[in-house]
């Protein structure tokens, strides 16, 4: 596995045991919070992608992460996200917040998890 090409932001695919991936990437898009649109369910609620998890927590317990979820896609979610008044704990939790994203993706979703798995024993690094 060892397929890299030049990208806009550097190296891409498999370097020195390290996956740099981002969503424009068609082999590794499945990676992607916006490019790849599975549904999750977390805290009781379904979420159209993880995206729309993330961007919603921002607004944890108000009517705008409501709108958030509801957003008709990932980039519109992306786009809510970047409008609204954050949380005050935002830059304490939003890592916590991904971790519970990404983790659910990838057990709620076999085939996605298998591909996950079979990037070990890879680093990955999502970048733009």
């Not at 045991?17 to 549904?39: K, R, T």
């Amino acid at each position: 596995m060892n397929r890299v090409r030049p990208g806009r932001s550097g190296l891409r695919g498999v370097v020195d045991g390290v996956l740099y991936f981002h969503g424009g990437m068609s082999e590794w898009a499945w990676l992607d919070n916006i490019a790849c649109q599975v549904p999750i369910t977390l805290d009781g609620l379904d979420w159209p992608s993880t995206e729309h998890y993330f961007q919603a927590q921002k607004f944890a317990g108000t009517t705008m992460a409501d709108r958030v979820r509801f957003a008709p896609g990932p980039l519109e979610a992306k786009r809510l996200g970047r409008v609204g008044r954050l949380r005050l704990d935002w830059e304490d939790v939003k890592y916590d917040v991904m971790l519970r994203a990404v983790r659910a993706k990838f057990e709620q979703h076999a085939e996605l998890r298998q591909r996950l798995l079979a990037t070990a024993p890879c680093d990955i690094v999502e970048h733009c």
